[in-house]
């Protein structure tokens, strides 16, 4: 692609991305940020409106934050290479980037390009998404204030979206295609004592029920192969994320769901390489603690570049 080497070499275009590529470029280094999709933003051009982002007191879409990030680390010199990157060879000095496009080379390296949801695989899923179909129900949950919604999943995190939505909705139902919960313990008397919680057991989503948008759901029994309709407003799918590291192959460790070990400090376990938001293994996965993650990362990458030079 270019035989120049960069200080900061980002991969992915996303909050925690644009936030690091912001940072590198204001601070006077030399930096790229290499995204796959045309638009800045990553997953979150797929909520249509963020209200839990500070500085927004009447919300905004995930499309025109995205935007609005990229323009801001445009404005201090950040480029922007769209390009799928294919591999990496992050041993040495000079770190190699390889794309669909050709090689990209840098000093630091930092990897944000998120993690995405889990889909059901149902005919028409991604179609109805922003029309009844929801990956967050923190970011949009409140939505559905006053309404019923399904819950599909049964651990940590569906249970804990079931009981966040349990606060905003009139009815949630929780489908989990088990008898009982993988949640931990400590979630399984909290459910059984939510009035508004109702679980459905041993049974998984079939299709959808649609007009404009979702008015229900059929679900099939696993026991018995039954299907049955439930009436809802909205789903909010919740079977896990999978992180976007295939292209990393063995480069750098990774847990056993796949995210990045690195902790707060967001350092990999190769010098000058880190992995910021939801790519990395950490609790919160939230537009404000990606665009965090992508402050620090810089703050470590010129220190490591710092000393690389001297």
């Not at 940072?23 to 051009?45: F, L, N, S, W």
């Not at 934050?65 to 769209?82: I, P, S």
Request: proline share 1%.
């Amino acid at each position: 692609m270019t035989d120049k080497i960069y200080d900061i070499a980002i991969i992915g275009g996303g909050p925690a991305g644009y936030s690091a590529a912001l940072y590198a470029a204001r601070a006077g280094y030399d930096t790229v940020v290499i995204e796959k999709m045309m638009g800045a933003g990553g997953q979150m051009t797929l909520t249509g409106d963020i209200d839990n982002y500070p500085g927004f007191d009447e919300g905004v879409d995930g499309f025109t934050l995205g935007m609005k990030m990229q323009a801001g680390a445009h404005k201090f010199g950040a480029e922007t290479k769209c390009a799928t990157v294919t591999g990496v060879e992050l041993g040495g000095k000079i770190k190699k980037i390889k794309t669909a496009m050709g090689d990209l080379r840098a000093k630091a390296v930092i990897i944000a390009t998120g993690a995405n949801p889990r889909t059901l695989d149902i005919e028409g899923e991604q179609q109805l998404v922003g029309r009844g179909v929801h990956y967050c129900a923190h970011c949009d949950g409140r939505f559905y204030k006053g309404k019923t919604v399904v819950v599909v999943g049964g651990g940590n995190s569906a249970v804990g979206d079931a009981l966040y939505l349990s606060k905003l909705c009139e009815k949630v139902i929780l489908v989990h295609r088990r008898d009982k919960l993988r949640a931990t313990k400590l979630y399984h008397g909290q459910i059984e004592s939510c009035e508004n919680i109702e679980v459905m057991w041993n049974c998984a989503v079939d299709s959808f029920c649609v007009d404009t948008r979702v008015n229900g759901v059929i679900l099939k029994n696993l026991v018995d192969g039954s299907l049955f309709d439930v009436d809802c407003d909205g789903v909010f799918v919740s079977i896990g994320r999978k992180p976007v590291t295939e292209f990393l192959g063995s480069a750098l460790e990774t847990d056993s769901y796949g995210y990045i070990v690195a902790d707060e400090t967001t350092k990999t376990n190769v010098d000058g390489v880190f992995a910021a938001g939801d790519v990395r293994t950490k609790e919160l996965r939230q537009v404000v603690t990606a665009a965090a993650d992508g402050a620090v990362a810089v703050h470590y990458a010129e220190k490591y570049i710092e000393a690389l030079e001297h």
